[in-house]
């Protein structure tokens, strides 16, 4: 035998072992969707680059970035409680995933209704988010779908099914791309908003009967004897403090957007877009495997800061080596959308990826407490994070324009792993006794 054949064949074993690990192969599972999602993500914007105008494109973003941001506010923070206590529900899972739909999706068309109604009868018609009754209509209806498809992604990673994910989001990217494709030779007045949002509304059915007939079923039937669902006061309160850092951390994502197209324009919005498209997926990739985490410390809490441990390592060769070339291929990157987008986001894009390294910190942090269900101070630290992102783009944006987002980020990013690092080393060390993960 070979040495190249010995070689492939024990990287195969270890692969197989790697995956054999819960906490990994949903990892891997939810980096994978985070990948399939931005690269779709990235190849929609272009196409919608060169098929409308910087301004449809400014437009379009911004209303979709205030569906996302309506979506989540309006969802209580269900989708991290999914995750958080799913994986102990046991025979109540059912239940606690069936009131994450209801609840959210009527709390849903409550907040889009208000949205709307202001965006229709406040706003000038010259507004770039001013809108139109049936198209407010359609926002409230997708919003609500969009809460319920986001739950579904929540649900199937606290079941530990995360492996569905790509293939769920890889269909909705594919069927997004088409139809923007096909809204671009037609004359749809918001053919952005509506290639975004109308596949999701396919992609419920089929999905939920994968949840209800087959995981959850298989949950069920392998959890623990002890296991069941939180006390009502205890999710409660959980939420509570995990909601209030949600509606924070939407000031420092999906609202900016928004508040790009007020400050300086739907065109630099447009700008904005794929360096923040960027950024959010590296956020993901950390989210994706700090999720699996929580899965897996939650059903082993004894093990956890040693699972926290195994984590960062994979982070530090896959989430910062990433960020790290994506830093450096930003102006080719932003080139593909055309040479505007070079010239005005270049900078901002190299910004929002240096403030990757000191995310993880915080990150770890968000993690840590989250398993000790401290989420009041997890609110704090958002809202510190939400007011420093906000409040520096607005004074910055004047005098340095779109980069006043790309500075900021870092800063606040530097701060805040700074002030929690120390807490997040002590977690790291602590209960060294047990046999780490490998």
């Given at each position: 035998?070979?040495?190249?054949?010995?070689?492939?064949?024990?990287?195969?074993?270890?692969?197989r072992?790697?995956?054999?690990?819960?906490?990994?192969?949903?990892?891997?599972?939810?980096?994978?969707?985070?990948?399939?999602?931005?690269?779709?993500?990235?190849?929609y914007?272009?196409?919608?680059?060169?098929?409308?105008t910087?301004?449809?494109?400014?437009?379009?973003?911004a209303?979709?970035?205030?569906?996302?941001?309506?979506?989540v506010?309006?969802?209580?923070?269900?989708?991290?409680?999914?995750?958080r206590?799913?994986?102990?529900?046991g025979p109540?899972?059912?239940?606690?995933?069936?009131?994450?739909?209801?609840?959210?999706?009527?709390?849903?068309?409550?907040?889009?209704?208000?949205?709307m109604?202001?965006?229709?009868?406040?706003l000038d018609?010259?507004?770039?988010?001013?809108?139109?009754?049936p198209f407010?209509?359609?926002?409230?209806?997708?919003t609500?779908?969009?809460?319920?498809?986001?739950l579904?992604?929540?649900?199937?990673t606290?079941?530990?099914s995360?492996?569905?994910?790509?293939?769920e989001?890889?269909?909705?990217?594919?069927?997004?791309?088409?139809?923007?494709?096909?809204?671009?030779?037609?004359?749809?007045?918001?053919g952005?908003?509506?290639?975004w949002?109308?596949?999701?509304?396919?992609?419920?059915?089929p999905?939920?009967?994968?949840?209800f007939?087959?995981v959850l079923?298989?949950?069920?039937?392998?959890?623990a004897p002890?296991?069941?669902?939180?006390?009502?006061?205890?999710?409660?309160?959980?939420?509570?403090?995990?909601?209030?850092?949600?509606?924070?951390?939407?000031?420092?994502?999906?609202?900016?957007?928004?508040?790009v197209?007020?400050l300086?324009?739907?065109e630099?919005?447009?700008?904005?877009?794929?360096?923040?498209?960027?950024?959010?997926?590296?956020?993901?990739?950390?989210?994706?495997?700090?999720?699996?985490?929580?899965?897996?410390a939650a059903k082993?809490?004894?093990r956890?800061?040693?699972?926290?441990?195994?984590?960062?390592?994979?982070?530090g060769?896959?989430?910062?080596?990433?960020a790290?070339?994506?830093?450096?291929?930003?102006?080719?990157?932003?080139?593909?959308?055309?040479?505007?987008?070079?010239?005005n986001?270049t900078?901002?894009?190299?910004?929002?990826?240096?403030?990757?390294?000191p995310?993880?910190?915080?990150?770890?942090?968000?993690?840590?407490?989250?398993?000790?269900?401290?989420?009041?101070?997890?609110?704090?630290l958002?809202?510190?994070?939400?007011?420093?992102?906000?409040g520096?783009?607005?004074?910055?944006?004047?005098?340095?324009?779109?980069?006043?987002?790309?500075?900021?980020?870092?800063?606040?990013?530097?701060?805040l792993?700074?002030?929690?690092?120390p807490?997040?080393?002590?977690?790291?060390?602590?209960?060294?006794?047990v046999?780490?993960?490998?």
């Amino acid at each position: 035998m070979s040495q190249d054949t010995r070689t492939v064949r024990g990287t195969g074993r270890a692969l197989r072992r790697e995956l054999g690990v819960p906490l990994y192969l949903n990892a891997y599972a939810l980096m994978l969707n985070t990948v399939v999602n931005s690269g779709f993500g990235l190849l929609y914007w272009i196409v919608a680059a060169h098929a409308f105008t910087d301004a449809e494109v400014g437009r379009g973003s911004a209303l979709v970035s205030l569906m996302l941001m309506v979506s989540v506010l309006t969802q209580v923070n269900f989708g991290q409680a999914l995750i958080r206590f799913l994986p102990r529900s046991g025979p109540a899972s059912r239940g606690l995933l069936l009131a994450a739909y209801a609840v959210s999706a009527g709390v849903a068309v409550l907040g889009a209704s208000g949205v709307m109604a202001y965006c229709h009868l406040a706003l000038d018609p010259g507004d770039p988010l001013h809108v139109s009754l049936p198209f407010a209509g359609w926002f409230v209806v997708s919003t609500a779908v969009w809460s319920v498809f986001n739950l579904q992604d929540s649900a199937l990673t606290g079941l530990r099914s995360a492996v569905w994910l790509p293939l769920e989001n890889g269909v909705y990217g594919l069927v997004k791309l088409a139809l923007l494709v096909l809204v671009a030779r037609t004359s749809l007045a918001e053919g952005v908003f509506t290639s975004w949002t109308l596949p999701v509304v396919a992609l419920l059915v089929p999905v939920n009967l994968l949840i209800f007939a087959r995981v959850l079923p298989r949950h069920v039937r392998d959890a623990a004897p002890g296991d069941r669902a939180p006390r009502r006061s205890v999710l409660l309160r959980y939420m509570a403090g995990d909601y209030a850092g949600q509606v924070c951390t939407q000031l420092s994502s999906s609202f900016l957007p928004v508040l790009v197209v007020s400050l300086l324009g739907a065109e630099q919005g447009a700008y904005f877009l794929p360096a923040q498209t960027v950024f959010v997926a590296m956020t993901m990739l950390s989210l994706g495997i700090t999720s699996s985490l929580v899965v897996e410390a939650a059903k082993d809490e004894a093990r956890a800061a040693h699972y926290a441990r195994a984590v960062l390592r994979r982070i530090g060769v896959t989430v910062l080596p990433a960020a790290a070339l994506l830093a450096l291929a930003a102006p080719w990157l932003l080139a593909l959308f055309g040479p505007q987008y070079r010239a005005n986001a270049t900078l901002l894009l190299q910004l929002l990826m240096v403030s990757t390294f000191p995310r993880v910190v915080v990150s770890l942090y968000i993690t840590m407490s989250r398993l000790r269900n401290r989420t009041g101070a997890l609110a704090v630290l958002q809202f510190v994070q939400a007011v420093g992102l906000v409040g520096g783009t607005v004074l910055l944006c004047g005098p340095l324009g779109l980069d006043a987002v790309g500075w900021t980020a870092l800063g606040v990013e530097l701060v805040l792993a700074l002030a929690v690092g120390p807490r997040v080393l002590a977690w790291l060390r602590s209960d060294r006794a047990v046999p780490a993960a490998s």
